[in-house]
């Protein structure tokens, strides 16, 4: 199942409601994957420095 392919609403999180994880919080599924990606670029950056 892909979530992206579905109606924007139509889907509700694992876990039920109540469930705090960053996905959910930052909204990081379909329209906003690259947030993931520019997430990671940026802690590793940190690190270098």
Known sequence: CD??????GSWRWEGGDG????VA?????CG????????QALF???CMI
């Open 32 to 39: 906003e994957k690259y947030k993931v990606g520019l997430v």
């Open 19 to 22: 469930v705090v994880s960053t």
């Open 44 to 46: 590793f950056a940190g």
């Open 3 to 8: 979530v992206c392919s579905g109606e924007p």
């Open 25 to 29: 919080e930052w909204g990081l599924v």
